[in-house]
Structures are given as structure tokens and as C-alpha cells.
């Protein structure tokens, strides 16, 4: 089975939940501590061993491409005033790996944008990260998540147990236990946004 090295963050949402911030900051470039949000989706996919990774944006968000490129001037700037450790932190961010940005020329939804990657990944297999949830965990959750993929050869979601009152914002998955899996399932069907006792589950997919 081909070893997955590819990965999709969808990133042109308009993040209107974030408003008014997200008029003028992209919601990927919220800091989480010190790192905006979708560095540490970079950083899970390069510790699971990704190493091409597509981001999918619109026009506001140059500030994503500036973030992960080489900025020459504040490397000199830092280095001239002794600061070695913050300049060696800005150019390991800039070759954590091969990062590539497309556009999402229209606004379309989340397919569309996954879709514009068709000639980025061809026919290889390839992770999709979102950043509306971000779990930090000893093993990341992208190589879990690789792992059962090589070993069942089926396509992989993470998901997450929701309220009942949450259920009706996410989805709802029909799985079945997989046997000697303490937390892996089979997925045969999903609903999004079910109504009221149309829920298969209380397992929505993350994100």
C-alpha cells in the first residue's frame, strides 16, 4: 500500500462564526499561545510524515504564505542582535516541508475546495486536515488515522463523541465495533445535521 506523504488543509472559509475578527485576521492566523492556528495542522501533518502539503485559500489570507516563508529581513534583524534561537525557529518553520498554496476562486463549500487539489494528489492516497478542532496528543491524531488506513485499507475519519443537543450542529455516524479495536469502527453510513431521532449515533466526525 502507497505510503501517504500528501495532505489538504482546507483554508478559505470566510470564518464568519469568528466575527469581527475574522474580517481582517483569517481565522487560520488566530494565535493559539505564540503559533497562529494552522501552523500546528502543519506541524501534525510533518510528524506523521507528510511532507507535501497543499493549502487551500482565498484572496484575504496572504498572511498564511507570508507566515511559512523565509523572511531574509528578520532572520539579519535577529541575528545582528544575538537572538540565533528566534532566527533558527523562523527558518525551521519555513522548511517544515513543502508547502504549496491554491486558491478557492469562488466561495463553494468545503467539496469544492478539497476538489481543487484533484491534480496535487492524482491518484495517491492523502490526508485532509481541518482546523476547526486542533488535538494535541502524545501520538498526533493524522498519523492514527494513517496508521488505520494501511491497516484496514479504507478510507478514515476521526470523530469524536458529541451531546445530544450537539448532535444536531455535526453529524452522526452508523459504525460498528471493530473486533479487538478498543476505539476503531467500521463506518457504513452518515448523516449531517440530522433532525431529531434521526441520529445513527453520538459520533460526529471532527471538525
Known amino acids: 500500500m502507497k505510503k501517504i506523504t500528501k495532505a489538504i488543509i482546507p483554508a478559505a472559509g470566510l470564518g464568519t462564526r469568528m466575527l469581527p475578527i475574522s474580517h481582517a485576521v483569517p481565522k487560520e492566523m488566530l494565535p493559539i499561545v505564540d503559533m497562529p492556528a494552522v501552523f500546528y495542522l502543519v506541524e501534525e501533518a510533518v510528524k506523521a510524515g507528510i511532507t507535501d502539503i497543499l493549502i487551500i485559500t482565498n484572496r484575504d489570507k496572504d498572511a498564511m504564505e507570508d507566515f511559512f516563508d523565509l523572511s531574509v529581513e528578520y532572520g539579519e534583524a ?74 484496514y485499507g479504507r478510507p478514515v475519519v476521526g470523530v469524536k463523541p458529541v451531546t445530544p443537543e450537539q448532535i444536531q450542529k455535526y453529524s452522526s455516524m452508523k459504525v460498528s465495533p471493530i473486533e479487538g479495536s478498543q476505539n476503531a469502527y467500521f463506518c457504513d453510513d452518515m448523516i449531517e445535521k440530522p433532525k431529531p431521532g434521526e441520529e445513527f449515533s453520538n459520533l460526529s466526525i471532527l471538525g
Open 78 to 151: 535577529l541575528t545582528a542582535k544575538g537572538k540565533l534561537d528566534e532566527a533558527k525557529r523562523l527558518r525551521d518553520i519555513a522548511n517544515m516541508a513543502n508547502i504549496f498554496f491554491l486558491r478557492q476562486k469562488e466561495t463553494k463549500g468545503l467539496g469544492h475546495a478539497v476538489g481543487r487539489a484533484r491534480s496535487f494528489v492524482g491518484d495517491e492516497p492523502f490526508a485532509v486536515l481541518y482546523g476547526d478542532d486542533i488535538i494535541f496528543s502524545e501520538k498526533p491524531v493524522c498519523r492514527q488515522m494513517i496508521e488505520q488506513y494501511h491497516a
